[in-house]
């Protein structure tokens, strides 16, 4: 099983795979799309001009992807944090793990809960998830949903685990695939 946390940076997602690392009645791995990044050489991609930037990121991230398909495939029960913030990342999330068991979450925060949390971190860009905000949920579909302004990190994985025992039926990840297939993949 794959359970996505797809959220702006600094929606809380880390911290709720944390905490469903800890809940889960079953060992989970969780993969970061910021510890992938992580694992790059930094001092040469800040070396780099736009494009050739946005081709490293770009790959960087289609990699992820295909990292997680792999544990899953394997028979790992994997924990996803990722923005999607560019279309592109959803489709091919949905090309790359078709036929795994996706459970779709949509981790929230207001925008002030947001930028105080960028201040408080100090190794954000100010503004970068407000910026995010526009496009992180736009497809408009998951299994679950939750606010980390109103729920603690914990509370959010206790609820997951509760969703997570009763859902059965088609998931987001099916719908939205299917969409794609009746209209074609969005641009970008």
């Not at 289609?62 to 495939?73: D, P, T």
């Not at 971190?121 to 100010?126: A, F, I």
């Not at 025992?165 to 969005?186: I, Y």
Request: glycine residues 10%.
């Amino acid at each position: 099983m794959i359970i996505f946390l797809n959220g702006t940076s600094s929606s809380g997602k880390s911290s709720i795979a944390s905490e469903l690392l800890r809940v889960l009645d079953t060992p989970y791995f969780h993969l970061s799309v910021d510890a992938i990044g992580a694992l790059r050489a930094v001092e040469r991609t800040l070396e780099l001009d736009g494009p050739e930037l946005a081709d490293v990121l770009r790959r960087t991230r289609a990699g992820f992807h295909r990292a997680v398909a792999g544990m899953a495939q394997a028979g790992n029960d994997v924990v996803v944090d990722h923005v999607l913030s560019e279309p592109w990342r959803l489709q091919d999330c949905l090309d790359v793990w078709e036929g795994l068991d996706v459970v779709f979450v949509g981790v929230h925060c207001p925008p002030d809960e947001l930028e105080r949390r960028e201040k408080a971190r100090g190794d954000r860009v100010p503004g970068q998830a407000a910026a995010q905000l526009p496009f992180v949920h736009q497809h408009g579909l998951y299994d679950f949903e939750c606010d980390t302004s109103t729920s603690s990190p914990r509370e959010c994985a206790l609820a997951i685990r509760g969703f997570l025992v009763q859902a059965t039926g088609k998931r987001a990840f099916d719908e939205l695939r299917g969409r794609t297939r009746r209209h074609g993949p969005s641009p970008g």
